[in-house]
């Protein structure tokens, strides 16, 4: 196993889903708050972004903390801390909907 101590490239997916009022085919914003790395990805139809944190360039350690922001039309984060004793983790992200102006020129 590998030391949880120091940066690895061994896979950790990461699972967030948007709420009800989540809206699909959003940007997330997937920040380590450890290293300072940003991940953007896109949510799937059902409102769900699996991400593996060994693609960050740094990789992860066990304890790093990673927060995920919906920032598309709807609005909403959520934090996962890392823990190494399993493969995957997951969390819901509770969204509200972006507000909007409509201009008329």
Do not use: W
Not at 51 to 78: H, I, M, R
């Amino acid at each position: 196993m590998a030391d949880p101590t120091s940066a690895t490239t061994i896979p950790h997916l990461l699972g967030i889903t948007l709420d009800t009022t989540g809206i699909a085919n959003t940007q997330v914003a997937a920040t380590n708050l450890t290293t300072g790395e940003t991940q953007r990805v896109a949510t799937d139809t059902n409102k769900v972004v699996i991400l593996d944190a060994a693609k960050f360039t740094s990789g992860y350690t066990n304890g790093d903390k990673v927060l995920f922001e919906n920032v598309g039309a709807s609005k909403g984060a959520k934090t996962i801390t890392i823990d190494t004793s399993g493969d995957f983790q997951e969390a819901t992200i509770v969204c509200t909907v972006a507000l909007t102006v409509a201009i008329n020129l």
